[in-house]
């Protein structure tokens, strides 16, 4: 049975940036238990594989945690997922899909899942969080562009994962 | 100490609409407690009293949460408030604002005053949950114009609402 | 009975523009009746009665329809009206709401509009034409901004409505 | 020459979705004849060949006119197209085109095709007419995404459509 | 005759806000001269008095300037203006309107404005430049808000603008 | 040292259009210096090379300056580029950049990459113009479609430019 204490939070997380995870921090002191789900999906074309992305979420979701005074990444549980989120939310038992957002840029579109993600089970609640204002300009693949190009990212992602995308633009350039 | 499962829906409620009953339905499950909250502005021209809006929430609260399938209004509780919201979310011990939001209309005014609030007091929250898209034109504001006009407006606002405005609209106009 | 071909364009026309000119004359191509409808609305302050305004639409409908080498304002009807607009369309038998979009700035004002239009009878459609984009800054009260400083607003508005707003402009005044 | 009562509503349809047959429907009560036009777009990598599509169109355009009491689908005509939507729409006399808008998503962008439209040929009017809010977050990508996951569509397209996209998907996995 | 190293950037100013002093400062080093431009509008009922926001202004930009390391204010000279900007602008020689845009919430009605500048005057350009994302939630109005509920805006005015709204807004109460 | 009279206006030019034009031409009447950057991207396919692009702005620009009665583009400059801009604008001198804004559908993507850009060095300031209404329609990708089709571009492109589009379609095809 779905539980309301229970939230999900969906994403590519390629990688995770530091919005992502001020979500993160601040979802899980709203709920019993948060799932961060990665999509794997086929398709779409990745710099780091859904293994990669799962380690650096765990990674930075337990010092989070900690930084909050409490022990590490007690309720933050990190998996991956395929399929419609619909289903996998209610495999989990997770009764809220948690979503940040930056600005307006991504409403319209998080709207409609949004509504689709209803339709398909009606029980299953969208809340929207507000991605940090410090935050807006942020994404995954402004982080890789310019990471790319040499850019300094040490402020934009979590410790540790500046080093492994630098590897791994490094090696892929090699 | 404020509680992370203790919510505060803030509002005019001038009068109730099934868009606003759908969200404190919603909400109402998601928390343990749900505090709706109706401000009490005296430059802003409503059609109906503090006192009477708080009655006609409490009496939809009841039914919605009945017809679920639980005891009435167990944990949804109706007051009035004035000042600021984050003081008096702090007061009631809430964490969590939620606001509702019709398509993208709603959407910049409550950004920034979820910004706002966040910069009063950084442990506050601010989620949003879509309204059913059902009630995408449904505003106090369109009722009320409605009702003026003669209109049926029984599908738009809870049982007992209807009765209220036609009463009130008729003796402003005799 | 409502008929497909019966449009209604409603709006305050306070004074008309070339921006809505240039709609009238468009839609009216369109259908065999174009009904141009000046709400009548007493708490909204105008700078002209309803029946200036009509006068100006007169005039100007039927300049237009000339231009077009037709026979001038032959389908063109200006009246006022109060109340609702869907019920005003029925008494019409107009079936077609016309609405003007600058840009997007109107959109989502509209859009619910139309929505709540629908919901009071749903054989009434709205349809949204674009305002030629000349006009995307054309506003009635920007011209009536404009010509209360004294500026030339004669590419703004149809002939003879520039005199009419000069006149009424100095006897306010004076 | 070009007839004010001959409509063209163009699209991929890939395949065609309860939000398109509702335009449908409703577009074809404004006009003399609706030209539905299914756009032949070699680069665009689509589910349904345009044969298929057409014949998917055809059938759910006949059932809906049905449904309104009227000989089937006697003013709707489906075709297919390739080059300029302007040029097509001259050879069809067709002089207003049909867009459908989902709350804002779609406006910015069929906005600029509708200005664009008027620059190739200014006797062309576009009109905008509001997706039904229940099918706010339909599109045929979320179809084919929800069919590919083994959702239940069935109240998301026509009759006949489901079972043709179940055969394809499942031809093509297998 | 106009100098394109003259900019005007108007406005309200009731009162003068960190957003607002960083767009000033940004713009003054853009320029050879910067005037800021207090609209005095006898219909807008305001906080201040149009000679308190001048001063207010003064104060602040002096002490911007300084901070910057050069001479205090020697390129931003603050004025009030009535009648239409472009005629203002024209008078005092400026060139370029300046604009702040809040995320996009100020956009469509200052992009319409902008245009409407242009019809006026051909030769005036309107630049927009981003307001800070730390002040994205920040208006003159949410100040007075914030002070009339006793909130603390040291972060969020220049300093001395603190404490004349508190003079002020008590010696309203009182 | 970067010079706050240095402009730089980057893109990707595949081809200039006559809403470019009207940028460079407003935005070189504010500077002392203009640099035209036309990006050098590997991974997007465009029609024209980067040498070819060059090309063509720089034949526009001359004339457009002439056409202001100055002698020709003595203040533009047509380079291209690689990598991240704020890094190509700090070796330029530049500290302005430059960006069209086409009514407000790039608003979003352009305000988060001006954020992106401060970021990545404060003292780089973007300033937004808009775009002439007149070419609200425009856009390089437009002009292709357009001319790929047969459509007439003359009014839309500068001179020279439609002649080579013509002769790079008929190349491809033949």
């Given at each position: 049975m779905s539980d309301p204490q229970t939230y999900i939070y969906p994403g590519s997380f390629d990688p995770v940036t530091n919005g992502h995870l001020d979500i993160i921090s601040r979802a899980s002191r709203?709920?019993?238990?948060?799932i961060v789900a990665v999509g794997r999906n086929r398709e779409k074309k990745t710099l780091f594989t859904v293994e990669e992305r799962i380690?650096?979420?765990?990674?930075?979701a337990a010092r989070v945690a900690d930084s909050a005074g409490r022990p590490g990444g007690g309720n933050?549980?990190?998996v991956s997922f395929t399929g419609l989120l619909a289903d996998f939310a209610r495999q989990c038992g997770a009764s809220v899909i948690v979503k940040g957002l930056r600005a307006m840029s991504d409403f319209e579109y998080e709207f409609q899942m949004a509504l689709l993600n209803k339709y398909l089970?009606?029980?299953?609640e969208t809340i929207f969080m507000m991605t940090n204002v410090q935050f807006?300009?942020?994404s995954s693949s402004a982080v890789?562009?310019?990471a790319l190009n040499g850019a300094d990212i040490s402020g934009l992602v979590p410790d540790g994962v500046q080093e492994r995308i630098r590897f791994k633009v490094t090696s892929q350039r090699g």
């Open positions: 709203m709920c019993k238990q948060l380690a650096m979420l765990r990674e930075s933050i549980e990190v089970d009606e029980r299953i807006t300009y942020l890789k562009e310019l």
